[in-house]
């Protein structure tokens, strides 16, 4: 068949949109839910460290210094392991990129939706949707190998 021949399945677009901005939309919870949790860790774990260590300074509680101690050094190097993990995943970034990429395909299937709705979806319009799907999909993946290839430079 030559690709002059070749006719868009506007059904079949419509779905690859949808499926795209569903896969979307989980990652972004996903690394949001990462993200968050990496964040308030980080802030959590500093303040009880710090407070444990003086806590352990108190004369009443002195004969405790060693489990407050203990305590504090396991909290930061906990926090040690979390910040390396999220180094290595980087979860914000990755959430802040898939919302633009998500919104994108937000807009391209509200565009689709009103095309579908007035009759106005011919074979240009189904191309230069998929053509939008695949111009995201790919500065999506660009982006994604310069925040892998950054990390691996550092």
Same mark, same amino acid.
């Given at each position: 068949m030559k690709l002059a021949e070749y006719?868009?399945?506007p059904e079949i677009l419509k779905n690859n949109i949808q499926h795209h901005l569903a896969?979307?939309?989980r990652n &972004?919870?996903?690394?949001?839910?990462?993200? #968050?949790f990496v964040e308030i860790y980080k @802030?959590?774990?500093? *303040?009880?460290? #710090?407070? +444990?260590? @003086? &806590? @352990?300074? &108190?004369?009443?509680?002195? $004969?405790? $210094?060693?489990?407050?101690? &203990?305590?504090? =050094?396991s =909290? #930061? *190097? +906990? +926090?040690?392991?979390? #910040?390396?993990?999220?180094?290595l995943f980087q979860h914000k970034q990755l959430w802040v990129m898939n919302v633009a990429v998500r919104n994108q395909f937000a807009n391209l299937n509200d565009e689709f939706a009103h095309a579908e709705a007035t009759g106005s979806l011919g074979?240009?319009?189904?191309?230069?949707?998929?053509?939008?799907?695949? $111009?995201?999909?790919?500065?999506?993946?660009?982006?994604?190998t310069q925040l892998r290839t950054e990390e691996e430079s550092d």
């Open positions: 006719k868009l399945d896969r979307l939309n &972004i919870v996903r690394d949001k839910k990462k993200a #968050t @802030g959590v774990a500093a *303040a009880s460290a #710090t407070a +444990l260590l @003086g &806590i @352990g300074q &108190i004369k009443l509680l002195e $004969n405790y $210094n060693d489990i407050f101690q &203990i305590l504090a =050094i =909290i #930061t *190097a +906990l +926090l040690t392991m979390v #910040t390396a993990w999220d180094n074979q240009d319009q189904l191309e230069a949707f998929q053509s939008e799907m695949k $111009n995201a999909l790919r500065a999506a993946n660009q982006n994604w």
